[in-house]
Nanobody, 123 residues
Framework: VQLQASGGGLVQAGESLTLSCTAS????????MGWFRQTPGKEREFVAA????????SYADSVKGRFSISLDNAKKTIYLQMNSLNTEDTAVYFC?????????????????WGQGTQVTVSS
């Protein structure tokens, strides 16, 4: 499975940005995909995840109410709509693919990772 993420960029605080990630090479009927982020000197952290097995998505507390993840199953593409961005959201955002369709925060569950896309929020 290969993951291609896009949509990162430079925005000002309070603005919005949408990331997308497409998975190719999978024939699984059920799977999960998620977003993680990492800043220099810090561990990669969970942002959000979604699974084909449920309409309920999972979010980190730090982004609840501001970020929204969605899945287009036909395209095997996830989107991360990020609103009310602040400087603490600045990071490299990675998408990940979980063949067990769990949609959890545990990074160890995810089998495949994308290359990352930079999001920079200026004050």
């Amino acid at each position: 499975v290969q993951l291609q993420a896009s949509g990162g960029g430079l925005v000002q605080a309070g603005e919005s940005l949408t990331l997308s990630c497409t998975a190719s090479g999978s024939t699984l009927r059920h799977y999960a995909m998620g977003w993680f982020r990492q800043t220099p000197g810090k561990e990669r952290e969970f942002v959000a995840a979604v699974t084909t097995r449920s309409t309920t998505a999972s979010y980190a507390d730090s982004v609840k109410g501001r970020f929204s993840i969605s899945l287009d199953n036909a395209k095997k593409t996830i989107y991360l709509q990020m609103n009310s961005l602040n400087t603490e959201d600045t990071a490299v955002y990675f998408c990940a693919f979980d063949k067990y369709a769990l949609a959890v925060a545990d990074q160890g569950v995810y089998d495949y990772w994308g290359q990352g896309t930079q999001v920079t929020v200026s004050s």
